[in-house]
């Protein structure tokens, strides 16, 4: 049987794509994010290249208000989903 479970490795880097991709088509910089997270720019800079270790909860929902999508959003990919009021 085949496990399709993604590993912790595999969401924190899909996570980090997602949120690369949404700060790009932004043109939002390392430095902007490190601001909202409070993060020097190069601790910033390397959560996003994956030297270092993923995002916590919330600061995944910190990233995503800030971008303006969902942690859902994120953590599936889909970071150009816009935030569907309820």
Same mark, same amino acid.
Request: glycine share 6%; aromatic share 4%.
């Given at each position: 049987? $085949?496990?399709?479970?993604?590993?912790? $490795? +595999?969401? @924190?880097?899909?996570?980090?794509?997602?949120?690369?991709?949404?700060?790009?088509? +932004? *043109? %939002? *910089?390392?430095?902007?994010? @490190?601001?909202?997270?409070?993060?020097?720019? &190069?601790?910033?800079? %390397? &959560?996003?290249?994956?030297?270092?270790? =993923?995002?916590?909860?919330? $600061?995944?929902? #910190?990233? @995503?208000?800030? #971008? =303006?999508?969902?942690? !859902?959003?994120?953590?599936?990919?889909?970071?150009?989903? !816009?935030?569907?009021?309820?």
């Amino acid at each position: 049987m $085949e496990n399709h479970a993604a590993s912790a $490795e +595999q969401v @924190a880097d899909r996570v980090a794509a997602s949120i690369r991709a949404a700060m790009a088509y +932004q *043109k %939002k *910089k390392p430095a902007d994010l @490190a601001a909202v997270l409070n993060l020097t720019p &190069r601790t910033a800079a %390397k &959560r996003l290249d994956g030297e270092l270790p =993923g995002f916590g909860v919330i $600061e995944l929902y #910190l990233v @995503a208000a800030w #971008l =303006g999508t969902t942690p !859902e959003a994120l953590l599936v990919g889909d970071s150009h989903s !816009e935030r569907v009021a309820v």
